[in-house]
């Protein structure tokens, strides 16, 4: 049988606080070991790759169609607000308390969220049909995934995309601000600028509803080169602080856009699967590109790394423009039903509403 999406997100908060509780005991114990923190930074992560895709699918069988843009809007706004927020007072209590306390505080609110989350009102949501196993599961969310040319292609843009944002930011821009910029209090405040961005961004998307949701989306993603050229000059503070405002609210306009296609055209049954994939594919290399931005500075210099870093994401998110359906899905506001076909056992896939001259609000219909 398939567990309920609130089971496995309490599920994924108590392996969370476990994770936290013990990290807190070896810092309070004395200097943890290296191979200790990373058994349980895979622990949390483990913890995380079950919650995200759960929390997801439940959020986009939740909402209908005529609300599903301001409902994702408000639902980013509040996870990046809780992530500024909390990197706020998790430094405040750092200074306060110390790092083991602080771990100690997080295992107490993962305890938290999964009580609180064990005892939701899920009545209103779907139930969900029992399934055919985890690898029928698995072969049934991976022909929906590879089915959708404008599905597979945006997560292996982000699969590079993601991982060498994330190697320009967390490992290169520690290091310029360290040797150009005079210390860490510049990149601290463009970090504090794009987290400012993505509510702004979230703001807009609560009243912009764009028709082609995926162009408008993908067309954002140009902006994500930005912070690595920024580097790479490198610009002043204002201007770095400038930039990561500007690619914070493209990030949102992306994103909300992404999961209102997503619970446009998935099935509701196979939304968890898909965003399974979706988020797979979307970190998979970023612990690679991480590991790698050390040998590649070494290797061509951190000016040529951070512009290459930047013409990648130039160069994926144009050649993913030309995909058809990337530039032609339009937004609906009914919901894609599950086909007899599906019922069956067989999935084939929706195609995705796209403008037609012959019949410009046909919805989607199995090929």
Not at 231 to 252: K, Y
Not at 354 to 367: C, G, L, V, W
Request: proline fraction near 6%.
């Amino acid at each position: 049988a398939r567990l309920p999406r609130h089971r496995v997100m309490v599920a994924a908060n108590a392996l969370n606080c476990v994770s936290q509780a013990c990290f807190a005991v070896l810092v309070l114990a004395g200097e943890p070991r290296l191979w200790q923190m990373m058994v349980l930074a895979a622990l949390g992560g483990t913890g995380h790759a079950f919650f995200s895709p759960a929390s997801e699918g439940m959020l986009l069988s939740s909402v209908d169609g005529a609300h599903a843009g301001r409902a994702f809007a408000l639902y980013r706004m509040a996870m990046h607000g809780a992530g500024m927020g909390g990197a706020a007072l998790g430094g405040a209590l750092i200074a306060a308390f110390g790092p083991g306390w602080v771990l100690a505080i997080d295992a107490a609110a993962f305890l938290l969220a999964g009580a609180l989350r064990a005892f939701l009102d899920v009545s209103r949501v779907p139930v969900r049909a029992p399934g055919g196993g985890m690898l029928a599961d698995l072969r049934d969310g991976w022909r929906e995934f590879i089915g959708r040319s404008w599905l597979w292609s945006i997560v292996v843009q982000f699969a590079v995309v993601n991982a060498v944002v994330v190697a320009a930011e967390a490992v290169y821009g520690p290091l310029v601000a360290r040797d150009e910029l005079g210390g860490p209090g510049p990149w601290g405040l463009a970090l504090a600028a794009f987290g400012a961005g993505t509510v702004g961004g979230a703001l807009l998307m609560m009243r912009w509803r764009p028709r082609r949701l995926l162009l408008a989306g993908t067309l954002c993603i140009f902006p994500l080169a930005l912070p690595s050229a920024g580097l790479a000059v490198p610009l002043s503070a204002a201007g770095l602080a400038a930039v990561m405002f500007l690619t914070g609210i493209s990030v949102e306009v992306f994103g909300v856009s992404w999961m209102t296609a997503l619970h446009q055209e998935i099935p509701e049954e196979k939304l968890s699967r898909v965003s399974a994939y979706d988020w797979l594919g979307s970190v998979g290399m970023v612990p690679l590109a991480t590991a790698l931005a050390g040998p590649a500075e070494s290797a061509f210099g951190r000016s040529a790394a951070l512009w290459g870093c930047s013409a990648l994401i130039v160069l994926l998110t144009a050649a993913v423009l030309t995909v058809p359906d990337v530039r032609r899905l339009t937004r609906r506001t009914e919901k894609v039903a599950a086909d007899s076909s599906s019922a069956a056992g067989r999935t084939e896939p929706a195609r995705p509403a796209t403008e037609d001259t012959t019949s410009p609000s046909a919805a989607p219909r199995a090929p």
